[in-house]
């Protein structure tokens, strides 16, 4: 019941195209969603990041759908560039429990094709 | 502004040896979290420290630890090093408790021989 799962494992877009993440959950006490960005080298950044209240969230090129009766929710890029490529992880939380355990997916490699 | 710092970035031990991991949050935060990530898979939560006490522990065994220090800074400690205690141990802090607005600094890469 804790586990986030994430698919696909690995991911290979030509540049302009539109990259889709996924991931599943059970809790249903879990209300904090978060999309980190990881590059070789370096640690997770957050790229973005929604509340089950709120079915779709935007910020620039990344783009989070949300669907509570499903339990999953997406990761969306538009038109994908050869920077984005990097290791996507979403994550969830509880709120509630405040103690700053976020539970990641396995994570998708993504790779963008110039 | 500086982001978060960890110290050693890279690390060898052997089995059953004692390993200490250092990190610098950002200026002004208060919170630290820290969290192994074993190649090919997601962070796994540790523990997250606030205002110098634990304010989560995950699923790890009593041979981690860890602690902060008034100037926020922490430290994870790991006994008695097993082969799969191998991994990029990740710090991240925040402002607040909770697991918001995390940011992770570059890691400590661990490798028990």
């Known amino acids: 019941q804790q586990q986030v799962k994430q698919s696909p494992q690995s991911l290979i877009v030509q540049k302009g195209g539109i990259s889709i993440i996924n991931c599943a959950y059970e809790?249903?006490?879990?209300?904090?969603f978060p999309w980190y960005q990881q590059f070789p080298g370096k640690g997770p950044a957050l790229l973005i990041a929604?509340?089950?209240?709120?079915s779709e969230k935007k910020e620039g090129r990344f783009t989070i759908s949300f669907n509570k009766s499903a339990k999953q929710f997406s990761l969306h890029i538009m038109d994908s560039q050869p920077g984005d490529s990097a290791t996507y992880f979403c994550?969830?939380?509880?709120?509630?429990?405040?103690?700053?355990?976020?539970?990641f997916g396995q994570g998708t490699t993504l790779q963008v094709k110039p | 502004d500086a982001g978060v710092t960890q110290s050693p970035t890279h690390l060898i031990k052997t089995r059953g040896q004692h390993v200490t991991l250092r990190c610098s949050p950002i200026?002004?935060?208060?919170?630290v979290s820290w969290y192994q990530q074993v190649l090919g898979q997601g962070p796994q939560f540790i523990f997250q420290?606030?205002?110098?006490?634990?304010?989560g522990r995950g699923n790890f065994p009593d041979r981690f630890s860890a602690r902060q220090f008034p100037n926020y800074s922490s430290e994870l400690n790991v006994n008695a090093l097993l082969l799969g205690d191998s991994a990029l141990y990740l710090c991240?802090?925040?402002?607040?408790?909770?697991?918001?607005?995390?940011?992770f600094g570059s890691g400590t890469r661990l490798t028990v021989v």
């Open positions: 994550a969830a939380s509880m709120e509630g429990s405040n103690t700053g355990k976020l539970i």
């Open positions: 809790n249903t006490a879990f209300d904090y």
């Open positions: 929604i509340r089950p209240d709120v």
């Open positions: 991240a802090s925040s402002f607040r408790t909770g697991p918001y607005g995390y940011t």
């Open positions: 420290y606030y205002e110098k006490e634990e304010r």
């Open positions: 200026s002004g935060h208060k919170s």
